[in-house]
């Protein structure tokens, strides 16, 4: 693609990066085959080579973003299915972060947007707050059924994803040191997180006794704590920056004491963001070299599990599962073999849905911003996933568990759920509905 930036808009290295993503991309149109809100939408301003196109008139106009292209940005999934089609490289995920980062700073949104974006900034990062808001939800599901136009649109998709109970704070989220069980062989930090302490414990507490099982010392780093996904894909560069470095403080802090072999993520829109850490700061000079380490470091825990290899597997009994492929963890990290091989590995018989390659409509605070969109991904998915006859869905992201678990009565666990399981930990809870 032809750009026209001038050599003084080309000395920002946000528009020197963008300028190299537009120049990659050819017109060829492959993301629109494997974009799901083109899918759903059929605009073609709702694809990636749509967005494109309006990203570029924006940056190289150096005007503020306007309510056209906000509204074609803002639909935008972040699930980066485009990234994995494109035959050029384009590197869309550099590109749109831009361009939200460009709106928060030049697009007044209106008063109830901005109010609930800010609502959510302040609520969906700490864990604590997370669980009050959770609790409202609940108090209000009675009458969300009783009278739906009582809490409409967004407002409502708030109050559908509150879970049936909300679990109390768990020592294992902890700072601290679990020992491995036997001799060590690793030394790893597990990223706790932030929502998913609130929304789902056992998940982090299964991946510890998974690690711990398997030689590794688990720790939980004093001062690590959100890892600015959720801003970041808001556009709020600073609250995801603050956030970003606080981990970086308190991982490195930890590899220059008794060393890390490994940061294990079990969220993978998290694993996604942390490993974009070193692009994050690459122009920060007090923190490229760490970010840049703290980066290499970080691997989802199938693909960590993946490189060990699974030790005392038992018979769990040949449950079949439906793998739910998380887009940040297959078009964002690239880890896609891992998880299914290791569920095999485990003694569970593994179905793929048709299109699985599609999102599934949460997308971090897409399922709350743009609920009407989300909501139809998720009906297709959950039909593709209800199509293979599992018993049980399994996925790596709380984010997809939650929105896929509303839809359907499959029991929706995490894969290091099953795989603690299937190595001498305790059944999952959720899957009690199977009895």
Request: aromatic share 4%; charged share 20%.
């Amino acid at each position: 693609m032809q750009t026209n930036f001038t050599e003084a808009q080309l000395q920002d290295p946000g528009i020197a990066r963008a300028n190299e993503i537009l120049r990659a991309c050819v017109h060829c149109g492959f993301c629109t085959a494997t974009c799901p809100s083109y899918q759903v939408l059929g605009d073609e301003l709702d694809s990636p080579r749509g967005r494109i196109y309006l990203i570029k008139d924006m940056l190289e106009n150096g005007r503020p973003a306007d309510e056209k292209t906000v509204k074609h940005i803002d639909r935008c999934l972040s699930c980066l299915a485009c990234m994995t089609t494109c035959p050029s490289g384009v590197h869309y995920m550099h590109l749109v972060d831009h361009a939200r980062a460009h709106i928060e700073k030049t697009y007044k949104r209106p008063l109830f947007d901005r109010a609930l974006r800010h609502l959510l900034t302040l609520i969906l990062p700490y864990p604590g707050r997370f669980r009050l808001a959770m609790a409202g939800a609940m108090l209000a599901k009675p009458f969300r059924r009783l009278a739906p136009w009582l809490f409409p649109g967004k407002i409502g998709a708030m109050i559908d994803i509150a879970p049936p109970r909300i679990a109390p704070p768990m020592r294992h989220d902890d700072p601290g040191v679990t020992p491995a069980t036997g001799p060590r062989r690793k030394r790893v930090a597990l990223m706790t997180g932030c929502a998913q302490k609130a929304l789902n414990p056992d998940i982090n507490a299964a991946t510890i006794r998974l690690l711990t099982r398997h030689g590794c010392d688990v720790v939980v780093a004093r001062g690590a704590g959100c890892c600015g996904a959720l801003t970041h894909h808001m556009g709020k560069e600073d609250l995801a920056h603050a956030s970003a470095a606080a981990n970086i403080r308190a991982w490195v802090a930890e590899a220059d004491g008794e060393g890390l072999d490994a940061i294990i993520i079990n969220t993978s829109g998290c694993g996604t963001t942390v490993k974009d850490y070193g692009y994050m700061f690459r122009n920060d000079p007090a923190m490229a070299a760490d970010a840049a380490r703290v980066s290499a470091l970080a691997k989802d825990v199938t693909e960590f599990m993946a490189a060990q290899g699974l030790e005392g597997v038992k018979d769990c009994g040949a449950l079949r599962i439906a793998y739910h492929a998380a887009c940040s963890l297959q078009h964002g990290q690239k880890v896609t073999d891992a998880p299914k091989k290791l569920l095999r590995a485990a003694g569970f018989s593994v179905a793929e849905p048709a299109d699985s390659h599609l999102c599934c409509g949460s997308a971090g605070t897409y399922n709350l911003l743009q609920p009407e969109i989300s909501a139809e991904l998720k009906a297709r998915k959950v039909r593709t996933l209800e199509a293979t006859q599992p018993q049980v869905i399994a996925a790596g992201n709380i984010g997809c568990m939650m929105q896929i678990g509303t839809a359907t009565g499959i029991p929706v666990v995490h894969t290091a759920e099953l795989l603690d399981w299937a190595t001498g930990g305790p059944r999952p809870p959720a899957m009690a509905t199977l009895d």
